[in-house]
């Protein structure tokens, strides 16, 4: 399975950012798709994940600022950013993976990350 992501970027504190990830390469069908960030001196986290029916995940630092969607048809992924804040900078990894109830888990595919950096 291949990731890309696009459309990080620089943004002031309170503006907004839309990440996409396609995913390509493979036959079988992508159970659940996600996003995951890595800022620097720390663990990469799980920030939302959403299953082809709809069931998604979010962290509970981006709850009610970010959403996540999808295009089953395109094996397409999307993170919707507003409200960023300074403690959003990070890398962003577009990810494959699978839903189990309403948790999300990582297949070990990811994208090459994108840049996202909030200024004050």
């Known amino acids: 399975v291949q990731l890309v992501e696009s459309g990080g970027g620089l943004v002031q504190a309170g503006g907004s950012l839309k990440l996409s990830c396609a995913a390509s390469?493979?036959?079988?069908?992508?159970?659940?798709m996600g996003w995951y960030r890595q800022a620097p001196g720390l663990q990469r986290e799980l920030v939302a994940g959403?299953?082809?029916?709809?069931?998604?995940k979010y962290s509970g630092s981006v709850k009610g600022r970010f959403t996540i969607s999808r295009d089953n048809a395109k094996n397409a992924v999307y993170l919707q950013m507003n409200s960023l804040q300074p403690e959003d900078t990070a890398v962003y990894y577009c990810?494959?993976?699978?839903?189990?109830?309403?948790?999300?888990?990582?297949?070990?595919?990811w994208g090459q990350g994108t840049q996202v950096t909030v200024s004050s």
């Open positions: 990810n494959a993976g699978r839903m189990s109830g309403d948790n999300y888990y990582s297949l070990g595919y």
């Open positions: 390469g493979s036959s079988f069908t992508i159970n659940a």
């Open positions: 959403i299953s082809r029916g709809g069931i998604i």
